[in-house]
Structure formats: C-alpha cells, structure tokens
C-alpha cells in the first residue's frame, strides 16, 4: 500500500515549529514508517512531486510572492494544517499590522529600499481555506503527533481548547498569581505547554493565543489591580499573537 505523502511548508517565520517535528526523535521513525516525507526542505533537499495528503504550513504571509505561493500550496494538499503562532495568527511580526511598516524598515534595515515587503503579516487562514490550526510558539510536539496521527485515520484532533489555568491544576501548580501576585495569561491562553510556565514560576505570556472564550476584560482588571498600567497591559498582551490577542480585546 502507498504511504500518505506529508510535506513541510516554510513561510514567514523562525523554523522553530519545523524544529519541533525534527525534535519527535523517538517518534520520528515511527512516523517515517507510516507516511513518505515527501516534501520537508529543513530536513531533506530530496523532494517528491505533489500532490500531498497532508501539508503543514509554517510561518505567515508578508509578501505579495506568498501571497500566491500559498494557493499553489493549498492547491497541491488534500489537507492543510497550520502549525506555530506565526501560521495562525500572524507571528509577532503582526506587530507591523498596528504601526507604520517603513517605521519598522527605516529601523531596522540600512537600505529599506531592497526590501519589499507587505504591510501587514496575517495567518495563513486568511488567504486559503485550513483544515486544522495547531497553536504556539513554538507548537507542542505531542500535539504534533496527535493532529498528524488524527489526519492519517480520517478523523478530528483531539486538541483541547481550555485555558492554560486548567493545566496548572491538573498537574497541581500553585496558581502564581493568586500565591505571589505574578501576572499571568493563562486564564485567556488555550492549553497545550502543561503550563510549563508557571511550573517555573513564570508568568504565561500567551504563546498559544487565546483560548476559546478568552475574558480579556476581566484579566485586564487584574493585571491593573496587580499595579500594571495601560502601557504595561498592552505591552504583554501584543507579543507573538498580537493579531489575535487585540482582536479577543476588541
Ligand atoms: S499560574 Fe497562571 S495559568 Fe496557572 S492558574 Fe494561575 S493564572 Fe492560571
Ligand atoms: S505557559 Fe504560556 S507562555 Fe509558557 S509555554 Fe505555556 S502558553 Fe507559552
């Protein structure tokens, strides 16, 4: 029998969500026994023509050549799925989508003028239809394997879509905000990391965006009361699901 052809995309983005594929280790072999790595230029530059069963695109779109790219991508998979912050909510350089692009380029580049670039970065949802979105930053390879494994027998991942809070009390952290008054986004962050975290004694900072019915409001109460202001809240929300965080605040 023919395996299933995966493919690897790369778009606007770090490479740590392909990294994390790379890092299954143990899984990797297993998984190379079940499906063709048909197309993953991170890992091989021997690449199998199209079209794929499933394609995993990472990195958002901020060029008008991505713009395109990604259609003939999506018109060579049977299933696509975003995977990272970048893919399903632009990335942190969604930040450009809330300021002046050239700003941005008169700051960082020496010659601005070789760089084109659009001005915004959106999530790969907002050009083609995706089957699945798999969030963080970068993603969590359990949760890897599960989307992967879901789509290879033809049903829906089982992702949950709670806070980051409810992991903190599965795996029996003390919450760090109530405790020594840390702020947090785990109460409007969807679960995935085992709130690695606060296991840390960190504060979430909302690298898997926002969780289902985030109240972005009543934390926001909360991160004022714990002595943060306007500037302090904007700064911790607007990190690497900007786009997505100020549309939950909206
Ligand atoms: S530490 Fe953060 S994620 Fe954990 S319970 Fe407290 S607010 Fe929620
Ligand atoms: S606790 Fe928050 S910031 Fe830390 S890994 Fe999990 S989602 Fe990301």
Redesign the pocket.
Known sequence: MKKPKLAVWKFASCDGCQLSLLDCEDELLALAGEVEIAYFLEASRATVKGPYDLSLVEGSVTTAHDAERIKDVRSSSRALVTIGACATAGGIQALKNFADVNDFLAAVYATPDYVSTLATSTPISAHVPVDFELRGCPIDKRQLLEVITAFLHGRRPGIQTT???T???RRG?V????AHG?P?L??V?QAGCN?LC?SFDR??FGCFGPMETPNTASLTRRLRLLGMDDAGVDRIFRTFNVKSFEEARS
């Open positions: 806070s980051v809070c992991e903190c009390k952290t919450c760090i905000t109530v840390t947090c785990g109460p962050t709130a606060p504060g979430c």
